[in-house]
């Protein structure tokens, strides 16, 4: 199979691939996988440790509870950033804030 994809993004989806110790195919398939909607457990990443750590931790609260400035924090975690795209603190997912840390 033969699949035509922009120099620019093939680029950059290889070094994301090595960086994250993958190959290039792996990480296409994996998206496709995703995309279409099935779940092929050899094929999804384990969840990793600093995540798994942090289950359980600190009590749940009522999202109209939260107050991130008085809390001091630096950035928001959360699964739908457009809830905060007037926060004028930073706004990331859990993939990208632990992308970051790495």
């Given amino acids: 199979m033969e699949v035509a994809i922009n120099t620019n993004i093939y680029q950059q989806a290889s070094a994301y691939a090595q960086q994250q110790g993958l190959s290039l195919p792996s990480v296409i398939e994996n998206f496709l996988v995703r995309f279409i909607g099935h779940s092929q457990a050899s094929i999804e990443q ?55 840390i790495e």
């Fill in 46 to 100: 384990p969840i990793p440790d600093i995540v798994l750590s942090l289950l359980g931790a600190g009590e749940p609260v009522a999202d109209d509870d939260l107050d991130a400035r008085e809390a001091k924090a630096d950035v928001i975690i959360t699964r739908n950033t457009k809830d905060f795209a007037a926060s004028k603190l930073p706004v990331m997912t859990a993939t990208e804030f632990l992308a970051s």
